[in-house]
């Protein structure tokens, strides 16, 4: 007994051994093989994801497919679109498979972006069909007659199909079909439009640009009815493939103008612009360390309309709120909406407020600093400037610190929570700016002057244009401090010819000043009332440059 439970033992570790299945066991022929062919075919097509590297979606497609025309089987299409988009592993990446008048179809959408009672509507109305109705060709029928949607187009490569599906439409897949049938059924996510919180005026509209595309179109062609008013959708970056839009009216703009910038966003490639307009202005435009800003941004569809009008492009980035308007000067950089908003008199002593403003963030402090530094460079009629002691630190580390601590002071408020941003204000007031100059650490007139030019600095309208200018102060402080008063002169007038050397678009950054046109300065100085104002700036180059049919 013994010795024949011994040689069965030996057949069966024989038989695992060689691989023949035990049919005593209840095992089917052939099972193991299967098994063994399906683990082999797992680690094949696992060993193929990790050997694909493309670097856009039409490559993923020819990897996966050999091609990138849709295929006549759903279940290719579908497979497929597992390996490129994640089918079946991302949960909001839906395929829905149903038969419509005896034709099978495949729904394929992203499930956030699905506006669900237009869905529902479509899917509705196709329910009714039989296959009679698609008896003159089930693409012609689906497409010409039975979806009940406005926006409805064709496409026959799987890679468009996935990118429109990835922007928010719906693609419909039919078997026996290489074309596919795109709707428009996308909802995005948008907050309703408010007023900016870095423009605000007194009198004026309140709404203000969102974080979707087509919204903030709406609110500008909302103000411009004019039918030369253009939109040009690109897209930017292989992943993100986030839209680009440029606007201009065409028979107004400089077509050069329109021409660079399209270009120029066209050799971008990079793998995407998460963060919108910064990026997209830094990849097209600004590709140096230069701290003054090459364009003007602006969240208000009036400001925007306005440029339009005056010959300008303006280019806008979905998911941001401000658009980019081009070319800008630093005058431009300057104003602001609310002197447009009341009368000439009341505007232009506006805009000189608002010019001192910006003076004095520059040169109040690196002036004061000279003055008190070299008391042989005052006049008799400023003798009562200046410390009567000095303090216990040099005053160029005085106004170091205070810049740096306005600075820290500037960022905590962001990421303050409202009902505690005015105890913030409070003890930066009163337990380090009242407690530091009794303390002797630092002078009343620095914490003055200082508080001056912050206020000069954020009654900038542009708040790149405010940030610059701070840097440039530092600037002046350092060589005002090391070389006195040559020093000065030297710091200030670098800082000329660097504004001078920088170009808009290939326009001068300082125009109407250099190269000087006087009509166009006082326009700067003043704020012109609407009906003198019969031209367009120069500095655009307009093609129509008369604001008046018939006057010059």
Same mark, same amino acid.
């Given at each position: 007994m013994m010795e024949r439970d011994t040689n069965e033992s030996s057949q069966d570790e024989l038989k695992h051994m060689q691989g023949i299945p035990d049919f005593d066991s209840g095992e089917e022929p052939g099972t193991q093989e299967k098994d063994n062919a399906d683990s082999s075919g797992r680690e094949s097509a696992q060993q193929k994801r990790e050997r694909e590297m493309s670097d856009s979606v039409e490559e993923s497609v020819r990897y996966w497919q050999k091609s990138d025309n849709i295929s006549r089987s759903l279940s290719t299409t579908r497979h497929t679109l597992e390996e490129v988009v994640g089918l079946g592993s991302s949960f909001d990446i839906v395929f829905r498979e149903m038969t419509f008048g005896g034709k099978k179809t495949g729904l394929f959408f992203v499930n956030g972006f699905a506006q669900s009672d237009v869905m529902v509507e479509i899917i509705k109305r196709l329910t009714y069909l039989t296959p009679e109705d698609l008896s003159t060709g089930a693409l012609r029928s689906f497409f010409e007659l039975y979806i009940p949607h406005i926006q409805v187009d064709k496409t026959e490569?799987?890679?468009?199909?996935?990118?429109?599906?990835?922007?928010?439409?719906?693609?419909?897949?039919?078997?026996?079909?290489?074309?596919?049938?795109?709707?428009?059924?996308?909802?995005? /996510?948008?907050?309703?439009?408010?007023?900016?919180?870095?423009?605000?005026?007194?009198?004026?509209?309140?709404?203000g640009f969102t974080e979707t595309l087509v919204t903030n179109i709406t609110l500008v062609r909302r103000r411009l009815r004019d039918p030369g008013l253009k939109f040009e959708m690109m897209g930017v970056g292989r992943r993100t493939r986030t839209d680009v839009c440029i606007a201009f009216i065409d028979d107004i703009v400089d077509k050069t103008l329109v021409d660079s910038i399209r270009e120029k966003i066209k050799e971008i490639n990079i793998d995407g612009i998460p963060l919108a307009d910064k990026q997209l202005e830094e990849a097209i435009i600004n590709r140096g360390w230069n701290p003054y800003p090459l364009v003007r941004y602006s969240e208000r569809p009036d400001v925007v309309a306005s440029h339009l009008l005056e010959g300008r492009a303006v280019v806008f980035v979905d998911t941001s709120p401000s658009v980019m308007i081009l070319?800008?000067?630093?005058?431009?950089?300057?104003?602001? #909406?609310?002197?447009?908003?009341?009368?000439?008199?009341?505007?232009?002593? @506006?805009?000189?407020?608002? %010019? %001192?403003?910006?003076?004095?963030?520059?040169?109040?402090?690196?002036?004061?600093?000279?003055?008190?530094?070299? /008391?042989?460079?005052?006049?008799?009629?400023? #003798?009562?400037?200046?410390?009567?002691?000095?303090?216990?630190?040099? @005053?160029?580390?005085?106004?170091?610190?205070?810049? %740096?601590?306005?600075?820290?002071?500037?960022?905590?408020?962001?990421?303050?929570?409202?009902?505690?941003?005015?105890?913030?204000?409070?003890?930066?007031?009163?337990?380090?700016?009242?407690?530091?100059?009794?303390?002797?650490?630092?002078?009343?007139?620095?914490?003055?002057?200082?508080?001056?030019?912050?206020?000069?600095?954020?009654?900038?309208?542009?708040?790149? @244009?405010?940030?610059?200018?701070?840097?440039?102060?530092?600037?002046?402080?350092?060589?005002? #401090?090391?070389?006195?008063?040559?020093?000065?002169?030297?710091?200030?007038?670098?800082?000329?010819?660097?504004?001078?050397?920088?170009?808009?678009?290939?326009?001068?950054?300082?125009? /109407?000043?250099? /190269? %000087?046109?006087?009509?166009?300065?006082? #326009?700067?100085?003043?704020?012109?009332?609407?009906?003198?104002?019969?031209?367009?700036?120069?500095?655009?180059?307009?093609?129509?440059?008369?604001?008046?049919?018939?006057?010059?």
């Open positions: 490569k799987l890679s468009d199909a996935i990118n429109k599906v990835l922007t928010g439409n719906s693609v419909l897949f039919l078997e026996g079909e290489q074309t596919a049938l795109v709707m428009d059924t996308r909802q995005y /996510p948008v907050r309703s439009p408010e007023e900016p919180s870095l423009e605000r005026v007194v009198r004026g509209s309140r709404d070319p800008t000067t630093f005058f431009d950089l300057c104003q602001h #909406a609310e002197e447009n908003r009341q009368t000439p008199f009341m505007g232009t002593y @506006l805009r000189w407020v608002r %010019f %001192f403003g910006v003076f004095a963030s520059l040169f109040l402090l690196p002036l004061w600093l000279l003055i008190v530094v070299h /008391p042989e460079f005052k006049p008799a009629s400023l #003798a009562f400037i200046g410390p009567e002691k000095q303090a216990e630190i040099p @005053l160029i580390a005085q106004f170091l610190l205070v810049e %740096f601590g306005v600075d820290l002071m500037r960022m905590a408020a962001v990421h303050t929570p409202t009902p505690l941003a005015s105890a913030m204000g409070l003890i930066a007031a009163i337990l380090i700016g009242d407690i530091a100059v009794q303390t002797g650490l630092f002078v009343n007139e620095v914490v003055l002057y200082m508080a001056v030019a912050a206020i000069g600095m954020f009654a900038t309208p542009s708040y790149e @244009l405010g940030l610059a200018n701070r840097i440039v102060r530092l600037g002046l402080l350092l060589v005002v #401090a090391i070389f006195g008063g040559p020093g000065f002169v030297i710091g200030t007038t670098a800082f000329i010819v660097l504004l001078t050397l920088r170009r808009s678009n290939n326009s001068s950054y300082l125009w /109407p000043f250099i /190269p %000087f046109n006087a009509k166009a300065m006082a #326009a700067v100085l003043l704020r012109v009332p609407v009906m003198t104002s019969k031209q367009r700036p120069s500095y655009n180059k307009p093609r129509d440059d008369t604001r008046m049919p018939g006057k010059k």
